[in-house]
């Protein structure tokens, strides 16, 4: 049995090296947002990079079979909603980024192989 945590976090850790690579620099990993009054956490950024005043948000699906189809498709639009609200709750405790471009990325991950859509999605 496949530990699904240790495994997704294994696929993040895979994603995360590419964009260093590429310049990027790793603002937060796994940004929780909650709100008062609302039980549990709303909404995660698996990764948050920054690069020449541009933030960029990435999502990241890792799997070990495409039974279910391409990671691709597993977003839906209660995550999308969310990971908005998340990337609002991560600009007010942030400020100093409030003025830079934002890009979504989704991140595939597949038998080892780094698959990246940049922007995915607009916001």
């Known amino acids: 049995m496949i530990n699904t945590s240790k ?4 696929g993040e850790t895979l994603v995360l090296k590419t964009y260093l690579q590429e310049g990027y620099h790793l603002l937060a990993r796994n940004f929780q947002y909650y709100q008062t009054g ?7 950024i698996d ?3 920054c690069k020449d005043q541009l933030i960029v948000m990435v ?9 279910f189809g ?6 839906s639009r209660k995550q999308l909603a969310n990971l908005q609200r998340a990337f609002a709750y991560f600009q007010n405790c942030f400020p100093e980024y409030r003025n830079y471009s934002v890009r979504f990325d989704l991140a595939s991950v597949f038998q ?12």
Do not use: D, M, P, W
Not at 7 to 10: E, I, V, W
Not at 38 to 44: A, D, P, Q, Y
Not at 59 to 67: A, D, F, N, W, Y
């Open 59 to 67: 999502e990241v699906k890792t799997r070990s079979s495409l039974l």
């Open 70 to 75: 391409h990671s691709f498709t597993q977003v």
């Open 38 to 44: 609302v039980k549990g956490r709303l909404g995660e």
């Open 112 to 123: 080892g192989q780094v698959t990246i859509l940049k922007n995915a999605y607009e916001f």
């Open 47 to 49: 990764l948050i990079f």
């Open 7 to 10: 495994f997704g976090r294994k």
